[in-house]
């Protein structure tokens, strides 16, 4: 598996396409700025509303910039806010799902629309909901068998239990996508079918950048990160990183850190990976489990307190 979180950031190129979804979290800005320039979507999660509306009121533009879209019970979203983004024409859909949360709520539009957000010409900027539901795109317009990545803007620096909740849904939801693209050949498994998936998925918080490594052989680009012996204007990474397994132990196998290790054995109660260093501008980790890979953003990224 083939990971590069950093080409999100990165100016030498465009990243794959991918959303942004806001969660009911405090907002990283510094990293959000950066994101929001190539998002084909920004949505927000019920009360993540709030802290969208918050975030561009503190800059007298709430009234100019706005989400794409906002998915979920509803029950968090204040109502001045909802009747401020209401007046606007910003996409609010209430989904009264007591089985599932927000967060999965958002997702699970992505996954059933993804089609119309794989197109070259969609972009946050122009909304991406500015064709009604049941209008179709040209022939050849969407990019067919595409990937649409999920970069999720949320906290881990707050309360325990919710940090624990964020981290179980990119989990699961993980886990979820896999599954169903293995399980279908590699095609979609969408409501459009054949107009593309959902790719991979990444927790922005305040200070990182954390998926889920797939089991088997992982290869990750780190290019731009601060380490001994490089010297870069703008780094994208501090040289941080922990590998911290999730269901119970695993053994791993990694290579391109300070300490790398062979067919070793991690579990939470035993020996963890944590603050390990980047040594080289691709590592790999090797795991017959999933692990969470967590990296630290560099400075400029994090968000400012």
Same mark, same amino acid.
């Given at each position: 598996?083939?990971?590069?979180? @950093?080409?999100?950031?990165?100016?030498?190129?465009?990243?794959?396409?991918?959303?942004?979804?806001?969660?009911?979290?405090?907002?990283?800005?510094?990293?959000?700025?950066?994101?929001?320039? $190539?998002?084909?979507?920004?949505?927000?999660?019920?009360?993540?509303? *709030?802290?969208?509306?918050?975030?561009?009121?503190?800059?007298?533009? &709430?009234?100019?910039?706005?989400?794409?879209?906002?998915?979920?019970?509803?029950?968090?979203?204040?109502?001045? @806010?909802?009747?401020? /983004?209401?007046?606007?024409?910003? $996409?609010?859909?209430?989904?009264?799902?007591?089985?599932?949360?927000?967060?999965?709520?958002?997702?699970?539009?992505?996954?059933?629309?993804?089609?119309?957000?794989?197109?070259?010409?969609?972009?946050?900027?122009?909304?991406?909901?500015?064709?009604?539901?049941?209008?179709?795109?040209?022939?050849?317009?969407?990019?067919?068998?595409? &990937?649409?990545?999920?970069?999720?803007?949320?906290?881990?620096?707050?309360?325990?239990? %919710?940090?624990?909740? %964020?981290?179980?849904?990119?989990?699961?939801?993980?886990?979820? /996508?896999?599954?169903?693209?293995?399980?279908?050949?590699?095609?979609?498994?969408?409501?459009?079918?054949?107009?593309?998936?959902?790719?991979?998925? /990444?927790?922005?918080?305040? &200070? +990182?950048?954390?998926?889920?490594?797939? #089991?088997?052989? *992982?290869?990750?680009?780190? #290019?731009?990160? *601060?380490?001994?012996?490089?010297?870069?204007?703008?780094?994208?990474?501090?040289? *941080?990183?922990?590998?911290?397994?999730?269901?119970?132990?695993?053994?791993? @196998?990694?290579?391109?850190?300070?300490?790398?290790?062979?067919?070793?054995?991690?579990?939470?109660?035993?020996?963890? +990976? @944590?603050?390990?260093?980047?040594?080289?501008?691709?590592?790999?980790?090797?795991?017959?489990? #999933?692990?969470?890979?967590?990296?630290?953003?560099?400075?400029?990224?994090?968000?400012?307190?």
């Amino acid at each position: 598996m083939e990971w590069d979180p @950093t080409q999100f950031f990165r100016d030498d190129h465009t990243p794959n396409p991918f959303a942004l979804l806001i969660l009911n979290q405090p907002i990283n800005e510094r990293a959000f700025r950066v994101l929001r320039k $190539h998002a084909k979507v920004t949505l927000c999660a019920d009360g993540g509303a *709030n802290r969208f509306y918050s975030m561009m009121k503190a800059h007298d533009r &709430e009234s100019i910039d706005l989400p794409d879209i906002i998915i979920g019970d509803l029950d968090s979203i204040t109502p001045d @806010t909802r009747s401020h /983004y209401a007046n606007l024409g910003v $996409h609010i859909i209430e989904d009264e799902d007591q089985y599932s949360t927000d967060f999965t709520k958002c997702l699970n539009y992505l996954r059933a629309h993804v089609g119309k957000f794989l197109s070259p010409c969609t972009s946050s900027s122009e909304s991406a909901v500015s064709k009604s539901e049941g209008e179709e795109r040209k022939e050849g317009e969407e990019e067919e068998g595409g &990937e649409l990545d999920v970069l999720i803007l949320g906290g881990l620096g707050g309360r325990v239990d %919710q940090a624990f909740s %964020q981290i179980h849904h990119l989990y699961s939801m993980t886990q979820s /996508y896999s599954a169903s693209s293995s399980s279908s050949g590699g095609h979609s498994t969408s409501s459009q079918e054949g107009t593309g998936k959902i790719g991979n998925l /990444y927790l922005i918080s305040e &200070e +990182s950048i954390t998926f889920i490594l797939r #089991p088997g052989r *992982n290869t990750i680009q780190t #290019p731009g990160t *601060n380490r001994p012996g490089v010297s870069s204007a703008e780094y994208l990474l501090e040289e *941080n990183v922990g590998i911290i397994p999730l269901l119970g132990p695993a053994r791993i @196998t990694t290579s391109g850190f300070q300490w790398d290790v062979v067919d070793w054995k991690t579990e939470i109660g035993g020996q963890l +990976s @944590t603050s390990n260093h980047i040594r080289s501008e691709v590592v790999t980790v090797e795991s017959l489990m #999933p692990v969470l890979f967590t990296l630290e953003l560099a400075g400029r990224l994090k968000r400012d307190r």
